[in-house]
């Protein structure tokens, strides 16, 4: 049976942590439940953790009916530390979302739900993430449904460690056209908004991109009443860049 752990960064009591994780438990899963015990989004994968005397907090939880664990700590610091046993054994794979708002596009570099698979797949351990698109999301289980689909052939192509990046339009499930593989966009879903600094701070809003997405990118499928995958890799080496003349330089 293949091992899972599972964490998001919406948090213990979300519902897309539920969502998936039934769609782990309908897949046949072995499953680990350990996620932040409160919201955590947009920390990216930042290590972070409350500690007591060098103690990783933990709260016992229950998700879909499994036993589960509240962490005090960001995803990706759950997902570092479980895929070296914290919570039992070394997971096989693990699933990380379903996230409360989309995760496409460059965007991704921000992400909880993303970092957290991120910091699997450099543990050599590969990664779902899965994203409900819509600033207030409603249509979980149209990502259930989606998410059933996508796992059961993420089980059937583990053999290398990356990460399948699954976003889910916000509609209803009979709308629902299917899954299409996508490019990232080169812009986000959200876009930041800087308004004009007052005396000791500064205003950052954030809202809907409306832009027109690139064909074959994500934000288009997600448009186009599609779900997307799109195949993320960890940080490695840049191609195409001549560091020649920088290499050996040192000070006059």
Do not use: C
């Amino acid at each position: 049976m293949v091992r899972a752990l599972l964490t998001n960064d919406d948090g213990i009591s979300s519902l897309g942590l539920a969502t998936l994780a039934r769609a782990a438990l309908e897949a046949g899963l072995d499953l680990t439940i350990a996620a932040p015990h409160q919201e955590r989004s947009g920390s990216g994968a930042a290590l972070s953790a409350v500690e007591d005397d060098g103690h990783l907090l933990v709260d016992h939880a229950e998700v879909a009916g499994v036993p589960a664990l509240a962490v005090h700590a960001s995803p990706a610091m759950i997902a570092f530390v479980g895929v070296q046993g914290a919570f039992g054994e070394r997971p096989d794979i693990v699933l990380s979302g379903v996230n409360h708002g989309p995760n496409a596009g460059h965007a991704v570099l921000h992400s909880g739900t993303v970092g957290a698979a991120l910091t699997a797949v450099t543990q050599g351990i590969p990664a779902m993430a899965v994203s409900l698109d819509g600033a207030d999301p409603q249509n979980f289980e149209t990502a259930g449904t989606a998410a059933v689909l996508a796992l059961r052939w993420f089980l059937d192509h583990r053999d290398v460690a990356y990460v399948l990046n699954l976003n889910v339009p916000d509609i209803a499930p009979g709308d629902l056209k299917g899954i299409r593989r996508a490019e990232p966009s080169t812009f986000g879903a959200v876009q930041a908004v800087i308004g004009e600094p007052g005396e000791g701070f500064v205003t950052v809003t954030f809202e809907e991109s409306h832009g027109e997405p690139e064909p074959g990118t994500d934000l288009a499928a997600l448009r186009a009443g599609w779900a997307s995958v799109t195949a993320l890799g960890p940080p490695s080496p840049a191609g195409g860049v001549d560091l020649s003349s920088l290499d050996g330089t040192a000070p006059a």
